[in-house]
């Protein structure tokens, strides 16, 4: 079957750019501990009541792998056969691609950096740099916001 579209030279440097991009962070994080700001913005968020749990535990789990799979199943049940398609194969490239991410960069969790740490849920995995929660919340918006009403398209982005 002929190709009857090809990526615009716009996305291909948006990609290779922001390829780049993640690179020297990636080359950054791996040889630095984390900045104060780092720091301080992580024990403010852990230092919040218990309360506040629930609900960061649920944002987090947007971006869960669990996510893709009810996303691509939601999709599939509204016989959106590409977005399904869609949704399972950005969710899979953004967590595959953050797991081989982790394990390159080798970036300890701020519990490897950090005293007196408090955890509102229990943490799993040694390396928290990059984020395969944001990686996967992200994928799953960049698919679904273009398909959104305007108003909505926001919201995608919250997760």
Known sequence: MPRTHRPSPALVLSLLVSGGLFALLSTWARHRPPDRWERDL???VN??????GPPLLLVMQL???????????????ARQWRLA???????NLAY???VVANLVV???RPAGYLADVRFHEAISGRYGYPSGHVAVATALA?????ILPR?????????
């Open 63 to 77: 971006g869960a792998y669990p996510a893709i799979l009810v996303a691509a199943a939601v999709a599939a049940a």
């Open 47 to 52: 230092q919040l009541p218990g309360p506040a």
């Open 96 to 98: 595959w691609g953050g």
């Open 142 to 146: 960049a698919v679904l916001a273009p």
């Open 151 to 159: 108003r909505l398209r926001g919201l995608a982005w919250l997760g």
């Open 85 to 91: 398609r869609d949704l399972l194969l950005a969710g």
């Open 42 to 44: 992580f024990a403010l």
């Open 106 to 108: 080798a970036r300890d």
